[in-house]
């Protein structure tokens, strides 16, 4: 039997934000063109070490050619506009399978990439000229970062607030950059919250999780905009139980989630587990 290399890309890149955050950049081996919408993503894989080899004998690997991988999806953090390589921002779970994997990886190493990108978290069918409100914690940031560099200046939001939910200030990955384009484009309104930075550390923005700053009176105070359904459209990337809770407290403001029965919805999310 032929054993096939399951790795089709290499890792060009990567930054460490800090031991447990970075950013990989990966092209494919191929020429494919990598097509795709801000906010989709795609899968990376690399070799499970565990894994028994193919065994044509054996029932449990037969059907495989090649070894055996873990593969996990990650949003795409670049933009369309760059077309040498996908960006992503991923967080090295504690307990987790592919991230340990991932984190020895160096630039020149193979891994796999795959080419269909998929995914509806999106702008599109958002109408222009709303007030979009993006929520992430963690390395739910990624689809904004891609939304935003791809679309600004394009006039497809009145005005743009991202919140950026995160344990410590040191994870607030593109904090320097956020609030330099913040600065200088009055439609963008960063607004980073950390929950468990010290009390005596030198962190005078917000603090605390999500849901505090999207109460309406805190939210109107701290943006100026009204949490009104007919205006806004709120996106939710990253905790499934932060995309639950803010969507029920949403829902009690008149939002709805957007669905196959409600097309027209103003909550978009996508959960990371
Ligand atoms: C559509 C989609 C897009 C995703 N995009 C990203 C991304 O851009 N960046 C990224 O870091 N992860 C992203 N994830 C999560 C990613 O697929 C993996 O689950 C994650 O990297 C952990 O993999 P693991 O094998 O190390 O741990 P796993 O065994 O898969 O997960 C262990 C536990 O870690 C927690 N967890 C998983 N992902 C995260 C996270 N991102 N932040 C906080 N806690 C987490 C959950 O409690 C989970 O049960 C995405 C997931 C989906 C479904
Ligand atoms: N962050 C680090 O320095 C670090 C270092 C090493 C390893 N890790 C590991 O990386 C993984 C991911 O950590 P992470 O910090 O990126 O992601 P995370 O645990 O999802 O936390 C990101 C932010 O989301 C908030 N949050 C969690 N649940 C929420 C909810 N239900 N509603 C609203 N907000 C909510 C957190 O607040 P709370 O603080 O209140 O939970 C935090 O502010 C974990 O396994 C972690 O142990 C992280």
Redesign the pocket.
């Known amino acids: 039997m032929t054993v096939t290399n399951p790795y089709n890309a290499t890792l060009i890149e990567r930054e460490d934000i800090?031991?447990?955050?970075a950013i990989f950049k990966i092209r494919l081996d191929s020429d494919d063109a990598l097509d795709f919408e801000p906010g989709q993503f795609t899968t990376l894989g690399l070799i499970d070490p565990d894994a028994p080899p193919p065994n044509p004998n054996s029932p449990a690997t037969k059907r495989r050619r090649g070894p055996k991988l873990i593969r996990r999806a990650y949003t795409i953090v670049s933009s369309p506009k760059t077309k040498t390589h996908l960006e992503f921002y991923i967080?090295?779970?504690?307990?987790?399978t592919f991230?340990p994997l991932l984190w020895q990886l160096k630039p020149g190493d193979p891994l796999f990439m795959d080419p269909k990108i998929k995914g509806n978290f999106t702008l599109a069918g958002i109408p222009d000229g709303k007030d979009l409100i993006m929520v992430g914690?963690?390395?739910?940031l990624a689809p904004f970062w891609s939304m935003l560099n791809t679309y600004r200046h394009t006039g497809c939001w009145r005005k743009l607030v991202l919140l950026d939910?995160?344990?410590?200030v040191?994870?607030l990955g593109y904090y320097e950059q956020l609030t330099k384009i913040a600065e200088e484009d009055d439609s963008i309104i960063y607004l980073p919250?950390?929950?468990?930075e010290p009390d005596d550390a030198p962190w005078a923005g917000l603090r605390?999780?999500?849901?505090g700053i999207l109460e309406p009176e805190k939210f109107n105070e701290l943006t100026g905009i009204s949490l009104d359904p007919r205006r806004c459209h709120v996106l939710l990337c990253?905790?499934?139980?932060?995309i639950?809770?803010?969507s029920e407290n949403l829902g009690k403001l008149g939002f709805v989630t957007r669905d196959r029965d409600h097309p027209d919805g103003n909550i978009h999310f996508e959960r990371?587990w």
């Open positions: 800090h031991a447990a955050l967080v090295h779970g504690d307990e987790g991230t914690t963690g390395t739910g939910g995160c344990r410590y040191k994870d919250t950390v929950t468990r605390g999780r999500v849901h990253g905790s499934p139980q932060m639950d809770q803010a990371y």
